[in-house]
């Protein structure tokens, strides 16, 4: 007979276990290639990873099991028909490549994992994620074609594109806008549909009447001569059995860029084109493709003009009502052309898409008559437009960062003209937004129109709505912040729209006049941005751009990708060039990926192997040096530190991360050269720029001595005299700034390593001197590209951002150790300055949350902690006696460690922390 005991138990095992799981481990966040659910993948083995959460302390994982399964079935049942790791022991949960059967292209795998602590504990499998190979080689497309409304002939074609308006022989290089349609039969019940597709430079696909997805500007830039991107969609939503439609609409982009308004270069690859292929999987197990040909139709699109620097015209008079639907007479359009076109390539970084709405202030009438929206904020983006007007009547809609003494919109630092035209088929209220095209704005300029309910005794368009629709890659947020200053939460801001502003598919310098990979942004401003946005993605696809912009001799142009080709320093600068060697590396330290090294090592070595060919002596002095720098006259080309210095400086910096590079990579041979290459380059360096009497480096400028010692060229014996310059330099200027572009964030990293963050905030808590502060006194809402926010020059750019880097890793105290990859090492080290009583900040590493808030309250100091499981941190106290330390008021049980400057921090476990001294 059952005992009510054991009655009881029956019945409450179930909550018993629930609990047991609870206080137990679990695995989380899935990933494949660094992204949830991805599609398009292919590389052959891909690398997964998962996140831990357990509400116990101290917790490591100590073993792993990961399921691949092509089917629901069997992943249901805990099968990995593809791949069963077993139980495998490690503490590894980033970075684990998949081993399993060969995975075949378009296929989609299912997979979980559980794991094991140090706790003794065993998790509950995880929720199942996905990822979806991509067509892997020419073959895969099933035969899909290039198509074309028209080919450009190879004697048009203007590659490398030319600087400026181009010669007025080449005549407008007008185009003809496109729209591509295919009817196709769903015969029986689809189990799943898929489509593979690219249109250069830029498309929009829809199916029966609806846009597929909510991309915008697909696919990414690239070196299209060496190869474009193609994007994958979930299309089953779309599709229904029977008669189905597709439409693909083309644009420009940078693929073909005409002498037709403003541009800041001229180029053609080709005229608009696409390729396409829908894979349609049955419920009974068998496939069907439709794919672009010569039977499919084309015609030209009501979008009469578009410029990737010019802007957007669209007729709605030309608008064929269901021509993207099934049925329509399609009987006057042209057969497609089959055409050709470059090799593709999976687009895995994050798509562009409209990330933020922004409706206007206030709306006034400028002094020339022209009425004015501000939205008050400088973003990137487009314009959504509802206008009340006759058929043929014309709306302008002028974009602008600024405007002038007239209240009116000005483009004079921006590129113009550029502008957004809506003709109307005056059908009521028609709605519109540009499909191809952006610009940085936050004054939107009418012309011939009017805002509703204003007079208007000439009958002009009248405006229903007229708002900004931000747009921007679609990266995740990555990072939090904000402290207890309102000036510096207003800095963070200000950085945080240019970045946001500039995340196109490559990072851009600005969202107007250019719209090009500037690349020495992207490793200045890489801690900036990693820690507010996850771009693992999107930098592999830049270095990526670098390799195929590397020319044979080695040299990393300026831009990539590289469509036009410019003179001096503007295309070859070692500050410039040197993201090829800097960001493998960084990637590998913030995400833990080696991959990107090994793949590109022989380029990287190419690069530093270019530099070294053109040194004289081990010193480099061409480039642009400490561009926009504070010196006594206009910003431009460095003043205040000779081209040398920052040119070797960064050469060096190659040198000694190709040093640590062949060391991962098991190359002896070359880690040897290297560091006997390093050691040629820093003695040679001394001997030319520093002087040890007065221990200063070249002039004796910020950007000088602060790279001398963040690249540690400086000798120990000098870093402290080197150091006492910069203080004195900055207290003889009255605690004003110099560095430019190239300088600021090593000027940042050497004070605050050297426990200067007091001076970061008496620089920066101003607004008197050309500045962050200054910039906000100016009105600016994004950083601007001078330090004086000057009208001349752009004011949303995506430089001199580093404060940003100081504000998570400094100020909040976010950061990991010299030798940690992926923050799996973390250092909480806040630093109290200057009025700041709090400060709260949040990162989402590889392996999970890190959160650190502090707080002083009379005497106390309170700080906050989350860290990860799989990962340890140490903590730092700013003030107090550790030995007082308490957690959740009780006395904390201190196991101390001291560091190389004699800092004393406590060692911790994973868990949640509230900590008091």
């Not at 499909?435 to 011939?448: K, P």
């Not at 696809?541 to 469509?563: C, H, S």
Request: aromatic share 12%; net charge negative.
């Amino acid at each position: 007979m059952i005992s009510m005991f054991h009655r009881l138990l029956f019945i409450l095992m179930p909550y018993i276990c629930c609990l047991s799981c609870n206080s137990g481990i679990r695995a989380v966040y899935l990933s494949c290639e660094g992204n949830d659910s991805p599609t398009g993948i292919e590389t052959p083995s891909p690398v997964l990873g998962w996140q831990l959460q357990s509400s116990n302390r101290n917790v490591w994982q100590t073993a792993y099991r990961i399921l691949v399964a092509d089917n629901p079935k069997d992943i249901a049942q805990n099968v990995g028909n593809c791949w069963d790791s077993g139980k495998t022991a490690s503490d590894n949960s980033i970075q684990v490549p998949y081993e399993g059967a060969a995975l075949l292209p378009t296929g989609t795998y299912l997979w979980k994992v559980k794991v094991w602590d140090n706790q003794g504990n065993e998790s509950e499998w995880s929720k199942p994620a996905e990822w979806q190979m991509g067509l892997v080689d020419a073959g895969s497309w099933s035969g899909a074609q290039w198509i074309a409304l028209q080919s450009l002939p190879d004697s048009l074609r203007l590659v490398p594109g030319v600087h400026g308006n181009g010669s007025e022989r080449l005549g407008k290089m007008s185009d003809t806008l496109p729209y591509l349609r295919r009817e196709f039969i769903v015969t029986k019940k689809l189990k799943k549909a898929t489509a593979f597709v690219s249109g250069l430079g830029h498309f929009e696909m829809s199916l029966n009447g609806r846009k597929v997805g909510d991309h915008f500007l697909d696919p990414g830039w690239t070196e299209y001569d060496q190869y474009a991107l193609y994007v994958t969609f979930d299309v089953m939503p779309y599709l229904h059995t029977g008669a189905n439609a597709c439409g693909i609409a083309l644009g420009n982009g940078f693929y073909h860029i005409s002498r037709e308004r403003y541009r800041k270069c001229v180029v053609s690859y080709g005229y608009p084109k696409a390729i396409c292929r829908i894979l349609l999987e049955y419920v009974d197990g068998t496939q069907e493709s439709i794919i672009t040909d010569n039977s499919w139709k084309a015609c030209a699109s009501p979008v009469t003009f578009t410029g990737i620097y010019g802007g957007e015209d669209f007729d709605a008079r030309l608008r064929q009502e269901g021509w993207d639907k099934a049925g329509f007479d399609d009987r006057n359009w042209r057969r497609a052309l089959a055409v050709q076109g470059p090799p593709l390539r999976s687009q895995t970084a994050a798509p562009l898409k409209v990330m933020e709405t922004i409706q206007p202030e206030r709306i006034f009438s400028s002094k020339k008559g022209s009425w004015v929206y501000d939205l008050g904020q400088n973003a990137s983006g487009v314009i959504r437009l509802g206008v009340r007007a006759r058929s043929g009547q014309t709306v302008s809609v002028i974009p602008g960062e600024l405007i002038d003494s007239d209240s009116a919109v000005t483009q004079r630092a921006s590129g113009g003209p550029f502008r957004f035209e809506y003709t109307a088929a005056g059908t009521g209220v028609e709605t519109w937004q540009p499909q191809f095209t952006y610009y940085g704005f936050r004054y939107l300029m009418l012309e011939n129109a009017v805002p509703e309910g204003e007079a208007n005794p000439d009958g002009l368009p009248e405006v229903i709505e007229l708002c900004g629709l931000h747009t921007r890659n679609a990266a995740p947020s990555a990072g939090t912040f904000s402290c207890s200053n309102e000036l510096f939460n207003r800095i963070y801001q200000l950085i945080d729209w240019s970045i946001r502003s500039n995340m196109a598919s490559v990072l851009t310098d600005c969202p107007h006049r250019e719209k090009l990979g500037w690349l020495e942004e992207s490793h200045l401003m890489a801690g900036s941005m990693f820690y507010g946005y996850d771009l693992y993605s999107l930098y592999v696809k830049i270095i990526d751009d670098m390799r195929a912009a590397q020319l044979p001799n080695g040299m990393v142009p300026d831009i990539a990708p590289e469509f036009v080709i410019f003179e001096g320093g503007f295309r070859d600068s070692p500050e410039w060039g040197s993201a090829y060697v800097i960001l493998p590396w960084y990637i590998y330290r913030w995400y833990g990926d080696i991959r990107p090294m090994q793949q590109h090592y022989e380029g990287m070595k190419r690069y530093t192997d270019y530099l070294a060919s053109t040194a004289d002596g081990h010193i480099v002095s061409h480039g642009l040096g400490d561009w926009y720098d504070l010196g006594d006259q206009p910003p431009g080309e460095s003043q205040l530190t000779s081209k040398g210095v920052t040119a070797t400086a960064i050469y060096y910096y190659d040198v000694c991360i190709m040093q640590q590079v062949a060391r991962l990579l098991e190359k002896p041979d070359d880690e040897a050269f290297f560091a006997r290459r390093a050691e040629e380059i820093r003695e040679a360096f001394n001997r030319k720029y520093f002087d040890a009497e007065t221990g200063q480096y070249d002039r004796g400028s910020q950007t000088a001595n602060a790279m001398a010692l963040y690249m540690e060229l400086a000798e120990p014996q000098h870093r402290e005299k080197v150091f006492e310059n910069i203080m004195l330099d900055l207290k003889r200027r009255n605690y004003s700034q110099t560095p430019g572009d190239i300088g600021f964030r090593y000027f940042l990293r050497v004070l605050e390593s050297e426990g200067a963050s007091e001076t970061i905030f008496t620089i920066n808590h101003r607004d008197d001197v050309p500045g962050y502060g200054f910039q906000l006194a100016k009105g600016a809402t994004a950083l601007t590209e001078s330090w004086a926010a000057l009208r001349y020059v752009s004011n949303n750019h995506l430089m001199l951002g580093h404060l940003m880097e100081w504000m998570y890793s400094g100020l909040a105290g976010i950061r990991q150790s010299e030798q940690s990859i992926a923050f799996r090492q973390i250092e909480i080290h806040p630093e109290p300055v200057g009025d700041i009583t709090s400060a709260a900040a949040s990162y989402r590493s590889p392996y999970g949350k890190i959160v650190s808030e502090w707080k002083i309250t009379g005497k106390t100091f309170s700080l906050n902690v989350e860290i990860p499981a799989n990962t340890s941190a140490l903590v730092y106290f700013p003030c107090g006696d550790i030995n007082h330390l308490t957690e959740n008021g009780k006395k904390f049980p201190t196991e101390t460690v001291t560091d190389k400057k004699g800092r004393k921090a406590i060692k911790i476990g994973s868990g949640k922390y509230k900590f008091k001294l």
